[in-house]
């Protein structure tokens, strides 16, 4: 069941004690900032039939870490939202298009990022992976661009230079 804010235009963020026990929430406009509190987040790894996964770049207006490359698109459960149910929401809005088959891959990911400008992300991050089931129609203030890529061929790139690639994506790859 998802909770709707007082005011729908209003995107909120799950709060979180250290623990990962919801503790409140805050406009996401708000939350990420020098101190960023821990919060709830996701991240989507989209795979076709071929095993290649989608990559994204991040828009270059983007709060956080534009203009980098990551996994096919991340974002925030609203209160009281199952991340899965986010997930499938927030595919259609960066990408789109719908998914199928959301499944859990890492289901306790948490990370603590740390921007150039000290920006920080502090996220409990669940990640997800799933089956694109539409055409493309990229939202240009959430991604530049998009490519598919073999997951052996995006570790040599990683590898070969880490820069280029969101934090947390790199992360995660090391799980994979």
Same mark, same amino acid.
């Given at each position: 069941m998802t909770l709707?804010?007082?005011?729908?235009?209003?995107e @909120?963020v799950? @709060?979180?004690t250290? %623990?990962?026990t919801?503790?409140?929430?805050?406009? #996401?406009? %708000?939350?990420?900032?020098t101190?960023?509190?821990?919060h709830?987040?996701?991240?989507?790894w989209?795979?076709d039939?071929?095993g290649r996964? $989608?990559?994204t770049?991040? +828009?270059? !207006? #983007? =709060?956080t870490w534009?203009?980098?490359?990551?996994n096919?698109?991340c974002?925030h459960p609203? *209160?009281?939202e199952d991340p899965a149910?986010?997930?499938? =929401?927030?595919?259609v809005q960066?990408?789109g298009?719908?998914v199928?088959? !959301?499944?859990p891959?890492l289901?306790t990911f948490?990370?603590?990022a740390v921007? +150039? %400008?000290?920006t920080v992300?502090?996220e409990?991050? *669940?990640?997800?992976?799933a =089956? $694109? %089931?539409?055409e493309l129609?990229l939202?240009p203030?959430?991604?530049?661009?998009?490519r598919?890529v073999?997951l052996d061929? $995006?570790?040599a790139?990683?590898a070969?230079?880490?820069g *280029?690639?969101?934090?947390?994506m =790199? @992360?995660q790859l090391?799980?994979?």
């Amino acid at each position: 069941m998802t909770l709707a804010p007082a005011d729908p235009t209003v995107e @909120l963020v799950v @709060l979180l004690t250290e %623990d990962g026990t919801p503790c409140g929430t805050a406009p #996401k406009a %708000d939350v990420h900032h020098t101190s960023t509190p821990l919060h709830l987040a996701f991240s989507c790894w989209i795979v076709d039939g071929a095993g290649r996964t $989608l990559l994204t770049r991040r +828009a270059a !207006v #983007k =709060r956080t870490w534009p203009g980098v490359w990551t996994n096919s698109f991340c974002g925030h459960p609203g *209160p009281g939202e199952d991340p899965a149910e986010a997930v499938a =929401r927030r595919s259609v809005q960066e990408l789109g298009a719908p998914v199928a088959d !959301v499944t859990p891959l890492l289901p306790t990911f948490r990370y603590r990022a740390v921007m +150039a %400008d000290g920006t920080v992300e502090n996220e409990v991050c *669940p990640v997800f992976r799933a =089956r $694109l %089931d539409g055409e493309l129609a990229l939202d240009p203030a959430e991604v530049d661009a998009a490519r598919w890529v073999d997951l052996d061929v $995006l570790r040599a790139e990683v590898a070969a230079d880490p820069g *280029p690639f969101s934090p947390w994506m =790199r @992360l995660q790859l090391q799980e994979f």
